[in-house]
């Protein structure tokens, strides 16, 4: 059975205190890789897809990078809005086009 | 709108009632997917359709979940018989066609079975 997990479950973090949110998947065959924000009381919203170890992508002070077993999300001197929960998700090889996705990391930043 | 939009945003129903939950997708989004999330954690896959076709149903937890997309556009999840594990928040999301990675999320229909 596919399984993704992602942890620490929660993280809090100083304003500027960079960290980093690790997502490790077991699947059959990965096909992608997707880091989701979730804010309280609204659906998901993209961050990335990555495809292949090795691969890696920046948006701001965000950076998602991928091996073979699994993701990180690098957070750089966050701040404030950034606090939200990262959700990981896979899409594996002879799967439908379903998202497989882990329980979240919900991130606190403190002013 | 530009996004997608599910109706109703709240939903409370007594145990035994049927109720349906309605998605409205992106214009000329060819994919289509339902998820439930429970409280604090990840969503998990209901279905999946692409235009009309339901593709892939395997996550639908028990043959009182149904879900349609008569036309390739708005699609509607019901739920029959109504029980309190089925409170919920059931996300709805749509992308232009298959392979295209990225989804665009609704702001969920929240089911409150009392």
């Known amino acids: 059975e596919d399984q993704v997990t992602q942890s620490p479950e929660a993280l809090r973090l100083q304003e500027g205190e960079s960290s980093s949110l690790n997502c490790s998947y077991t699947?059959?065959?990965?096909?992608?890789l997707f880091w989701y924000r979730q804010d309280p009381g609204k659906g998901p919203e993209f961050l990335f897809t990555?495809?292949?170890a090795g691969e890696e992508k920046e948006k701001e002070r965000l950076k998602a990078t991928l091996t073979k077993k699994e993701s990180f999300l690098h957070i750089t001197a966050p701040k404030p809005e950034d606090s939200a929960t990262y959700l990981c998700?896979?899409?594996?090889?002879?799967?439908?086009?379903?998202?497989?996705f882990g329980k979240g990391t919900k991130l606190t930043v403190n002013p | 709108g530009a996004g997608v939009s599910q109706s109703p945003r709240y939903k409370v129903a007594k145990r035994g009632q049927d109720v349906a939950l309605r998605c409205d997708p992106i214009?000329?989004?060819?994919?289509l997917f339902w998820y439930q999330q429970a409280l604090g954690q990840g969503p998990e896959f209901l279905t999946y359709?692409?235009?009309?076709?339901?593709?892939?149903k395997s996550g639908l937890p028990s043959d009182r979940f149904f879900a349609e997309r008569p036309e390739g556009s708005v699609s509607t999840l019901k739920i029959q018989r109504t029980q309190q594990e089925d409170s919920a928040v059931y996300l709805c999301?749509?992308?232009?066609?298959?392979?295209?990675?990225?989804?665009?999320f609704g702001e969920g229909s929240r089911l409150t079975v009392l």
């Open positions: 999301a749509s992308s232009l066609g298959p392979d295209t990675g990225e989804l665009f």
């Open positions: 699947v059959s065959g990965l096909r992608g």
């Open positions: 990555l495809y292949s």
């Open positions: 998700a896979v899409t594996t090889q002879g799967g439908s086009e379903k998202l497989v």
């Open positions: 214009s000329g989004h060819v994919s």
């Open positions: 359709f692409q235009n009309e076709a339901q593709l892939d």
